[in-house]
């Protein structure tokens, strides 16, 4: 469904102020969603308002939170988010990493007492925006069975670089370590299968049913290599004493990891940007395989998706996706985004 696009920030924001939201808060929330439905991520994008509501009307989540740094030194910060969502303490953190970056080159930073942070790229891109290559992870509810094991036991733990190019739009590379929950769950809703090789049902078979996925496991990607990373990223996010494994996941109980670097550190920051140019000038140029499509690399194709839905002044939005947004609407007593 076709919707203008200053309705869904606005639909956002005026969500988050009606459950309670300061409105700076609420403005850096919505900025998150916003960003992901421009770049095509739908999943992570102003759906989840829907999804969270309930979470927030029990109180599970701090709507108010009062987000700390507890410790830092000239390099890095340790930050509480106050069990607010990660919107919050993740932003402020990359904020810290880059001011640190800015100025003695690299900055980094683990939050505790958070929840789950919306759209993962959104803070690696914030690096990149501002010159810097960035990083980001986080931990989320145990969805994922490792290699050989028939329970769930690690979550997604997303993996994201934001690299800044010159004539091209930034790299972004974000990549979960298994399919997106977000993505069955719209399955679902829409009553489609998912692709083979995603998930298994609660027996531990293979399955392409979108609700026996969601009561069953997920699969790494890679099988093993998946699986290593994102036990390696629930570690590194485990730095400031944020829970891990199957602890992890819940509001107050998910942890990220960020950093932020300078180019300058190693060089001239416009002979590094060339240089990436160059190498996407490469990748892009391949020969495409019979019949395909022209070669792109991570973060291009959101990049175009952004800049078509600017220009047009309205976004694609799927039926279910906004009948949910239409009627927390109505449940909060705010302006309906097909208004």
């Known amino acids: 469904m076709d919707l203008s696009i200053a309705a869904v920030s606005r639909y956002c924001f005026d969500a988050f102020v009606a459950l309670g939201a300061p409105s700076d808060q609420a403005r850096t929330m919505a ?17 989840l308002v829907a999804l969270y509501l309930p979470d927030v009307r029990a109180n599970a989540v701090n709507l108010q939170p009062v987000v700390r740094v507890l410790d830092e030194t000239p390099v890095s910060v340790v930050v509480d988010g106050d069990g607010g969502f990660g919107a919050i303490a993740a932003s402020r953190a990359m904020d810290e990493c880059v001011a640190r970056a800015r100025s003695i080159g690299v900055g980094m930073a683990a939050v505790r007492n958070s929840s789950h942070a919306f759209y993962p790229g959104y803070y690696a891109l914030r690096a990149a925006d501002a010159g810097l290559v960035g990083f980001f992870t986080t931990t989320s509810r145990p969805a994922i069975a490792p290699t050989g094991a028939a329970e769930r036991v690690l979550g997604q733990n997303p993996i994201c670089y934001g690299i800044p190019a010159g004539s091209h739009p930034p790299i972004l590379l974000d990549v979960g370590m298994a399919a997106s929950v977000a993505k069955i769950r719209i399955a679902l809703n829409e009553g489609r299968g998912i692709p083979a090789g995603w998930a298994l049902d609660a027996e531990g078979h293979p399955t392409t049913d979108a609700r026996a996925a969601m009561a069953g496991l997920l699969l790494p990607i890679g099988d093993h ?16 004493g944020a829970p891990s494994g199957p602890a992890a996941g819940g509001h107050g109980a998910v ?51 952004k800049a078509t839905a600017l220009a047009r002044g309205r976004i694609d939005l799927p039926e279910t996706v906004v009948r949910a947004m239409d009627a927390t609407a109505r449940a909060l007593g705010i302006p309906p985004p097909l208004a």
């Open 31 to 47: 900025d998150v969603l916003f960003e992901a439905d421009l770049r095509g991520h739908i999943d992570h994008g102003s759906s």
């Open 225 to 240: 290599k998946g699986y290593g990373l994102a036990l390696a990223m629930d570690a590194l996010v485990g730095l400031a």
């Open 255 to 305: 942890g990220h990891f960020l950093w932020a670097l300078d180019p300058r550190l190693f060089g001239p920051p416009d002979e590094f940007r060339a240089r990436v140019d160059h190498l996407l000038d490469q990748v892009t140029n391949a020969t495409p395989l019979p019949g395909g499509q022209p070669v792109t690399y991570p973060g291009e194709s959101g990049a175009r998706h």
